[in-house]
């Protein structure tokens, strides 16, 4: 197997700096889209299979294994087996919430999140919205998808302003995502869960993996860190659904195939590496 090449001089030289010196090493995934599939009820979502196998045979040969995704961390867990993965860290909820060693750290709900709650289901009442429009209540946030829609980018447009009056009343912030929009306390991002969490660990280089415009902070954070003394690669799950964050990226793999592919080639130029 052969490593990628990053179309980018800072991404060439992060990958360089990971396979050289692995044990100061991060690799941040997102979920959704990245390590699972997007499929049409995020219930339904698991990851890929070959995902956990190949992070546990990274896991011991970088610093650390972190999932930073807007999902609640024990349902990323549940859903990608990642209790299996030694050491892992997953940041839910754009990092308000951290499970670890089994173990899940999270804040009291924003009282903003209740009120939008309550006020949801008369508000999409009113707009006549569409069947297959679905409320996910992920307790720190909400999240209206109309994937399941017979017109899911129509049934988007329909319910955009509304979510935005709704969350500018609430004190809330809105997330837009593929046929997706999430309303959410602010003070937290992917980019912040991400920088926290390398310094934390003192890392000296970072690779982040990402599909969807949540995935910008993250990308971000990983351009400020390579400004000091972080090596940083920004890797992007590409879709149909979504090019923006492709044109951000270091180097773009075709969805989560193209993510497990990059794992096995990783953890086989690692010494020690088993690739799954």
Do not use: N
């Not at 599939?37 to 992070?55: F, S």
């Not at 003394?229 to 989560?256: F, N, Q, Y």
């Amino acid at each position: 197997m052969t490593l990628p090449s990053p179309r980018t001089t800072a991404g060439a030289a992060a990958l360089a700096r990971i396979v050289a010196a692995p044990s100061s090493a991060v690799l941040a995934f997102d979920f959704d889209g990245t390590l699972a599939p997007v499929v049409p009820d995020p219930r339904d979502a698991r990851a890929h299979p070959r995902a956990a196998p190949l992070l546990r045979a990274l896991s011991p040969l970088v610093r650390s294994i972190a999932v930073v995704t807007g999902r609640p961390a024990e349902r990323a867990v549940e859903y990608g087996g990642l209790d299996s993965v030694p050491g892992i860290v997953v940041l839910g909820q754009y990092g308000r919430e951290r499970w670890e060693g089994g173990v899940l750290s999270a804040p009291d709900p924003s009282p903003g999140v209740q009120q939008a709650r309550d006020a949801l289901p008369e508000l999409l009442k009113d707009l006549e919205a569409p069947e297959g429009i679905w409320v996910e209540d992920k307790g720190q946030a909400l999240a209206v998808h109309t994937r399941r829609t017979a017109d899911p980018e129509a049934a988007l447009d329909l319910v955009g302003t509304p979510l935005a009056e709704l969350a500018s009343e609430t004190g809330l912030l809105v997330e837009p995502g593929r046929l997706v929009i999430e309303l959410r306390p602010g003070g937290a991002d992917k980019g912040v869960a991400l920088a926290g969490f390398v310094a934390e660990q003192g890392a000296e280089s970072v690779l982040y993996t990402g599909d969807d415009l949540g995935d910008v902070a993250a990308f971000d954070a990983v351009e400020r860190l390579r400004l000091g003394t972080v090596a940083g690669i920004t890797v992007c799950s590409g879709s149909a659904e979504v090019r923006g964050l492709a044109e951000r990226a270091d180097l773009v793999v075709d969805g989560p195939d193209g993510v497990v592919e990059l794992l096995a080639e990783l953890a086989a130029a690692l010494d020690g590496g088993r690739p799954g």
